[in-house]
């Protein structure tokens, strides 16, 4: 089984940065895409970023693009995103997801419908 458990989260004041992490255990981590997805209050969610396997590629909301960074350590199992230049806007629940196949279609990593296995999310609240 398939888990993912963030950390991380916190408040910071708008401008700031902020570093999240999810650890994964139940399979081989290197194998797969990982993404970030978030969800305001009142909001459907959204992505924001997606690294693939083997780190070298690399997809990005419009919205933090040049702001955010995804990065993962195969070793560890881990999957990252550094914040910087936080809005209040970036104020969300963010989670950690990955896909059941190690198959996926880039274009439609942003729908989430390439991710089956999601995380419990780690709040970062972004004061003005």
């Known amino acids: 089984q398939v888990q993912l458990v963030e950390s991380g989260g916190g408040l910071v004041q708008a401008g700031g940065s902020l570093r999240i992490s999810c650890a994964a255990s139940?399979?081989?981590?290197?194998?797969?895409?990982m993404g970030w997805f978030r969800q305001a209050p009142g909001k459907e969610r959204e992505f924001v970023a997606a690294?693939?396997?083997?780190?070298?590629?690399?997809y990005y909301a419009d919205s933090v693009k040049g702001r955010f960074t995804i990065s993962r350590d195969n070793v560890k199992s881990t999957v990252s995103l550094q914040m910087n230049s936080l809005k209040p806007e970036d104020t969300a629940v963010y989670y950690c997801?990955?896909?059941?196949?190690?198959?996926?279609?880039?274009?439609?990593?942003?729908?989430?419908?390439?991710?089956?296995?999601w995380g419990q999310g780690t709040q970062v609240t972004v004061s003005s």
């Open positions: 997801a990955a896909p059941s196949s190690i198959y996926y279609v880039a274009t439609a990593l942003a729908s989430g419908k390439e991710f089956q296995y």
């Open positions: 690294i693939t396997a083997s780190g070298g590629g690399t």
């Open positions: 139940g399979r081989s981590f290197s194998r797969y895409v």
